[in-house]
């Protein structure tokens, strides 16, 4: 059984030629990259509740302590077998104490995350806005003159013209650092 078209013979050819050199487009075409499309199907599975690592860098000293916000920092909240993994920025000298105390803090920031952190992995390194150097800008002492001819005449006793002047530099370095 053959069935006709409704539509005139002609109309029917226009139809056809329009078809062959006008492409359809989508109806839905689809999220733009893999991101968008993992983050629309994982909204509605995921608690409200849910900690991110933005919310757990902003309340760290609340949840583990002065002392320990010193020594370490949050850096990644990634999946783990059973739960998710908390990964801590510790300074190298201090890995120890954290390590030690990892339990508690893998409980504390359990209950903030709402009870699925399962590990705790450490990386040692210097913490992110922590001043680890000493200040090298700082502008010496300025040398008196009273100290200047005590250095040089403490140093006429040497013959040596080099060893005086090194002795005399050295003088100088030592009474110009600022003190600790």
């Known amino acids: 059984m053959v069935k006709r078209s409704t539509l005139d013979p002609l109309e029917e050819a226009r139809a056809r ?9 989508a109806v839905h075409p689809g999220p733009a990259t893999l991101g968008k499309a993992a983050m629309r ?11 991110t690592i933005g ?4 309340d760290w000293e609340n949840i583990v302590g002065e002392q320990l916000n010193r020594l370490c920092r949050p850096e990644k909240l ?18 120890g104490l954290v390590q030690h105390q990892s339990e508690m803090i893998r409980q504390r920031v359990s209950v903030v995350a709402g009870g699925d952190i399962t590990a705790i992995k450490l990386i040692q390194g210097p913490l992110p806005g922590s001043k680890t ?8 002492v300025p040398i008196t ?4 001819e005590a250095l040089l005449a403490g140093a006429q006793q040497i013959d040596d013209m080099k060893l ?4 005399v530099a050295l003088g100088e370095a030592v009474l110009t650092a600022r003190p600790k």
């Open 17 to 25: 030629v329009r078809l062959r050199y006008v492409k359809a487009k």
């Open 41 to 51: 199907l994982t909204r509605k599975k995921l608690p409200k509740s849910i900690a």
């Open 55 to 58: 919310k757990l860098k902003l």
């Open 78 to 95: 990634g999946a783990a077998r059973g739960g998710r993994q908390l990964t801590l920025k510790v300074i190298p000298a201090a890995a």
């Open 133 to 140: 150097l000493p200040d090298r800008g700082a502008a010496p």
């Open 145 to 148: 003159n009273e100290q200047r």
């Open 164 to 167: 005086r002047a090194a002795i």
